[in-house]
T-cell receptor
Framework: EPEVTQTPSHQVTQMGQEVILRCVPI?????FYWYRQILGQKVEFLVS????????KSEIFDDQFSVERPDGSNFTLKIRSTKLEDSAMYFC??????????????FGPGTRLLVL | AQKITQTQPGMFVQEKEAVTLDCTYD???????LFWYKQPSSGEMIFLIY??????QNATEGRYSLNFQKARKSANLVISASQLGDSAMYFC?????????????FGAGTILRVKS
């Protein structure tokens, strides 16, 4: 069964460094998302992406964040200058259009980011 | 106001028994979808079941069923014949509107422990 994949599974970085989190969505999906989950907290929406542009973004998704689909398969989240509070699990998700709004978002296994 | 409320931080259930995890939601949009995801200790988010606001019948997927009470704005997950592998965090989530690509809003989650 097709699945969303994410790399790396774990990333440790120093505060102020740039990180790029990578995702390969399910191949026939058209909508892509990033969510994050700070340890012990709820999952929060960051950004959605469709047709090579951002559809919606949350307040969390400030100028330090960017997303890109550099080729036909990868979807990336870049954090330009990481802060301690960016430490979280980052989930990529994807969905395709179906009739009647029965659209399910399938999540990748996550990248656990630790900022020191 | 919280969009999704899960009032049970933790639940215990005996193996082979049924358990109900509560979820209430708040929306003024007549079109919405409700989702349940399972998050094992390994961290991935596994889609379990979906209920659309216009669905006439409660959703079922194997041992999972959704007790959808629209007037009460509740969408409780029922797991029948619990197994040890059901021990995990369970999240209720909502997508508002019929537009494809809308974000999911998650509740705080319920930790379920299945006892042998």
């Amino acid at each position: 069964e097709p699945e969303v994949t994410q790399t790396p599974s774990h990333q440790v970085t120093q505060m102020g460094q740039e990180v790029i989190l990578r995702c390969v969505p399910i191949s026939n999906h058209l909508y892509f998302y990033w969510y994050r989950q700070i340890l012990g907290q709820k999952v929060e929406f960051l950004v959605s992406f469709y047709n090579n542009e951002i559809s919606e973004k949350s307040e969390i998704f400030d100028d330090q964040f960017s997303v890109e689909r550099p080729d036909g398969s990868n979807f990336t989240l870049k954090i330009r200058s990481t802060k301690l509070e960016d430490s979280a699990m980052y989930f990529c998700a994807s969905s395709k259009t179906t009739g009647g709004g029965r659209e399910t978002q399938y999540f990748g296994p996550g990248t656990r980011l630790l900022v020191l | 106001a919280q969009k999704i409320t899960q009032t049970q931080p933790g639940m215990f259930v005996q193996e082979k028994e049924a358990v109900t995890l509560d979820c209430t939601y708040d929306t003024s949009d007549p079109s919405y979808g409700l989702f349940w995801y399972k998050q094992p200790s390994s961290g991935e988010m596994i889609f379990l079941i979906y209920q659309g606001s216009y669905d006439q019948q409660n959703a079922t997927e194997g041992r999972y069923s959704l007790n959808f009470q629209k007037a009460r704005k509740s969408a409780n997950l029922v797991i029948s014949a619990s197994q040890l592998g059901d021990s995990a965090m369970y999240f209720c989530a909502m997508r508002e509107g019929r537009r494809y690509g809308n974000k999911l809003v998650f509740g705080a989650g319920t930790i379920l422990r299945v006892k042998s």
